[in-house]
């Protein structure tokens, strides 16, 4: 959060599989109102489309857990809100849920910037465990957040 605050950035986030978590965390930081603008917690595909504007032919052609939608979640979270930097994630936390092509502890994260495209990295945890995929996925996303911001 002090990143945010020195350089004046809000942030939003827009959250599927870790419901919550990561705004949860920056708001467990006294102050941090000076540099979170808004969360979403986005965990069916319709709360997509209709709270931040994933197009839904997006999620029909790459499915919800796919890099597209991550971008496409932390560009809307952008665009719904008055933040400067936005972090997303969607994945399969499992125990269920899995697929050959998208197995549990599949993960893609985003992060995006006014004025810059969006950043993404793909996590394949395995079956660590639902806490532990959703634990993980906080710390990358804030970890990416960090590097959207700068110093």
């Not at 965990?43 to 052609?61: E, F, Q, T």
């Amino acid at each position: 959060m002090d990143r945010c605050r020195r350089n004046r950035l809000m942030l939003a986030t827009a959250e599927s599989c870790t419901g919550g978590l990561i705004a949860g965390l920056i708001t467990s930081v006294s102050g941090s109102s000076d540099a979170l603008d808004c969360g979403f917690v986005t965990y069916s595909n319709a709360a997509k489309v209709r709270m931040i504007g994933v197009p839904p032919d997006l999620i029909a052609r790459h499915g919800a857990v796919s890099e597209e939608v991550a971008r496409a979640m932390a560009e809307g979270a952008l665009a719904n809100s008055a933040a400067d930097v936005a972090v997303a994630v969607t994945g399969v936390a499992g125990p269920g849920g899995g697929t050959a092509a998208k197995p549990v502890g599949l993960v893609h994260c985003a992060a995006a910037r006014r004025g810059l495209p969006a950043v993404h990295r793909e996590l394949r945890l395995g079956g660590i465990g639902r806490g532990a995929v959703r634990l993980e996925t906080v710390r990358v996303a804030i970890e990416m957040a960090y590097g959207i911001v700068g110093p």
